[in-house]
């Protein structure tokens, strides 16, 4: 198989370019973002969450208004107002060579220029790398935080932490303020977390661990995505030092990487790269979930 490229239209996202090698496929904004909108088998269903009606949205005075339009982003943590939720509605630039495609919207009025750089292989992976660069006159303190949103219907497999670090902590947990440890939607246990998303929960939830394991696996329906990532380091990160974090409400569920938080030079590029797996299951979706967790 090869990787071909080409421009489309996607619903209501307008122009796009499109990434495919014959068996799975990726569909990335143009005209707004970017965003990767669509990733999955050609002729199958979107793994990635679609924000069709613009529902989910930030005013942020003085700046406009702020969509989430769904699937793959990059922002800096960490989040906050007006810089998290600077609207990023105008055109991209993008670039196609030897399979892999870059997207590269205007440099930011926070003098940051994001980049997502994605390869598609010849099997059913893709790797994206999140890119930030300071592009201001003095140092910048932040952290490259990549946030999936994925569709609606589904549970995420979150692995913890079991190295046996003796009197010393092993485990990072962080909960945001409206979270409640009870949710229905979410089961820790000692080797893994779990989090459900459900279309009639009145709140959102949201959690962060410090993930070793470098990969969470999300089941919804017949389609298993599987996204890895680098290990946690000793190192600071974000909100109580979590690598990564989850955050779901009535519509999504969100799958959130989050880079070392440090200060960047002038003309320095924070990179944060992960791979996309897609398979397909022939079970029930709770039968390959608990399948996935009985190896952990």
Known sequence: ??????????????????????????????????RIVFFGFIDGKNVLFEDIDRNFYEMNNGYGVWYAYGGHRIWCAPEEMPETYLPDNSKVESFFDNGT????????????????????GDD????????ITNCSDKPSRF?????????AGGTEIVPLCRDDNGYLPNRTMALWSYSDIKDERFTLTDRYALLKQDAKAKKPFKTGFNVTEKQI???NGSNILKVSFDGYENVEYPDFCCNFETYTNSLFLECEILGKLRSYKPGETASLKETWELSASDKPAEKAVEEIVSKL
């Not at 090698?21 to 143009?30: M, R």
């Not at 952290?143 to 999936?148: A, D, L, M, N, R």
């Open 1 to 34: 198989m090869s990787v071909k490229c080409y421009e489309t239209e996607y619903k209501n996202f307008g122009k796009c370019q499109c990434l495919e090698n014959g068996s799975i496929k990726l569909i990335a904004t143009t005209d707004v973002g970017p």
């Open 101 to 120: 495609l870059t997207l590269r919207p205007a440099r930011t009025k926070f003098d940051k220029q994001f980049e997502l750089v994605i390869t598609m």
């Open 124 to 131: 059913n992976t893709v790797t994206i790398d999140n890119r």
């Open 143 to 151: 952290s490259p935080w990549s946030v999936t949103g994925l569709a």
């Open 217 to 219: 696996v999300y089941v």
